[in-house]
């Protein structure tokens, strides 16, 4: 009797793969659109504008409570964050068709960043459910764009080379600056030649902030007669559009220890 009631219980299940709460099923966010992949602005007027739609599918879930897209700068950091719709109110242009339209407007920039803005889009239901993250990306292109400039530099005419076993430390500054904002300057760098007419690599400047980048550096005691003599150094900077400056020249007699 036992046996029977149990095979009775056995044979009542039944399997499914049927999503049995709706609420716990998460949307589903697909096909990406935005209106253009380069955004084309000037440093004084800046305004990054585009239009962005995503398809969303709801998964046999809730209804979405909202729909986002963030954009993040060059440096990663987050330039806006914009509410989708589905309410067929410009952008959008039919209400209820699950497309969800949202209209980028970054219009208040103190610097213009130019290069790759990246974008994340993600929606969210009435259960608190997320939909999986959508990404993409575009470009942003100063149209007048002018060429960094260094202003002026900072190093000693002359430096007596330590006598051995010792050593002094040199630090060499300059001023930069760029029409289109200091946040356009992407590196700052030199170039020596020696006395001998050697071209050293170029070397990387340290910003300190306010356009003021330095290098610095302990000089010692040579016995290599290249090293005494007027070592000639040439300053550029470049911005963000790979464009550089001018040069600016300088100069350091080293002399050779009493």
Partial sequence: MMLAAALFLSSCEKESDEILDPSLASPVISDLVLSKDTVLTTSSSPLINLIVRVKVNLNGGEQISSAKCTVLDPLNATAGVFQLYDNGSGPDTVAGDMTYTGSINIDNIQCLLVGTYDMEVVCENTSGLFSNLITSSFYV????????????????????????????????????????????????????????????????????????????NYVSYSTDP?????????????????????????????????
């Fill in 141 to 216: 292109v100063n149209t007048a764009n002018q060429p960094p400039s260094v202003i002026s530099s900072s190093l000693p005419d002359s430096v007596v080379r330590p006598l051995p076993g010792d050593s002094t430390l040199l630090t060499i500054t300059v001023n930069v600056n760029d029409p289109d904002g200091l946040c356009d300057i992407r590196d700052v760098s030199f170039v020596t030649v020696r006395p001998n007419g050697v071209t050293l690599p170029a070397i990387p400047m340290s910003g300190s902030g306010n356009g003021v980048y330095s290098f610095s």
């Fill in 226 to 258: 290249s090293s005494y003599g007027y070592f000639k150094y040439t300053f550029t900077a470049r911005d963000n559009s790979n464009i550089l400056s001018a040069p600016l020249r300088d100069s350091i007699k080293f002399i050779s220890p009493r």
